[in-house]
T-cell receptor, first 111, second 116 residues
């Protein structure tokens, strides 16, 4: 099944810096979504970008999608300690009812 | 609006025992999902219901796992008998969409299972 792969797997940054994560996938998609998971909690939806969109913003989040390279990036600007979490990309594969998740990126923001 | 409710939050059992997890989705959401998340990995879909019908259970280990969604609302996921490798967090999610996955999923807090 389709599964996004995030890169890098772990990221440690200082508060105020920007954090960038990448996700690659293998087949055609309807949309790509990013989720956040705090330790011991469920996943929270952050942003959805459709296959015909190239960039989307939501607050301090910026997502890009390059369907020719089958990749997406998530940028968190001016990071805060509360942004410490695992971030997952998930692909809604064209012709498939399943939303497939990648392995996740662990981000630690140091105050 | 109330979120997705799951119980129990934690469960410890011996291998070969059985366990059941319960999920109450957001009111009005037609689609319900059970995901398994092993430590350090992303969630893996086990089963997806649309109302009370199964849409996708291709990754459900049917020899030991079963799930039902009676009346198209609450759902129960059962494991019998449990194996050590079933230790994971079982996440329930729901979405309003009827036609597969086109929008966001709303997740519960998860049920953490430890099999000894």
């Amino acid at each position: 099944s389709q599964q996004g792969e995030e890169d890098p797997q772990a990221l440690s940054i200082q508060e105020g810096e920007n954090a960038t994560m990448n996700c690659s996938y293998k087949t055609s998609i309807n949309n790509l979504q990013w989720y956040r998971q705090n330790s011991g909690r469920g996943l929270v939806h952050l942003i959805l970008i459709r296959s015909n969109e190239r960039e989307k913003h939501s607050g301090r989040l910026r997502v890009t999608l390059d369907t020719s390279k089958k990749s997406s990036s998530l940028l968190i600007t001016a990071s805060r300690a509360a942004d410490t979490a695992s971030y997952f990309c998930a692909t809604d594969v064209y012709g498939n009812n399943r939303l497939a998740f990648g392995k996740g990126n662990q981000v630690v923001v140091i105050p | 609006e109330a979120g997705v409710a799951q119980s129990p939050r934690y469960k410890i059992i011996e291998k070969r025992q059985s366990v059941a997890f319960w999920c109450n989705p957001i009111s009005g959401h037609a689609t319900l999902y059970w995901y398994q998340q092993i430590l350090g990995q992303g969630p893996k879909l086990l089963i997806q219901f649309q109302n009370n019908g199964v849409v996708d259970d291709s990754q459900l280990p049917k020899d030991r796992f079963s799930a039902e969604r009676l009346k198209g609302v609450d759902s129960t996921l059962k494991i019998q008998p449990a194996k050590l490798e079933d230790s994971a967090v079982y996440l329930c999610a729901s979405s309003p969409g009827l036609a597969g996955v086109r929008g966001e999923l709303f997740f519960g807090e998860g049920s953490r299972l430890t099999v000894l």
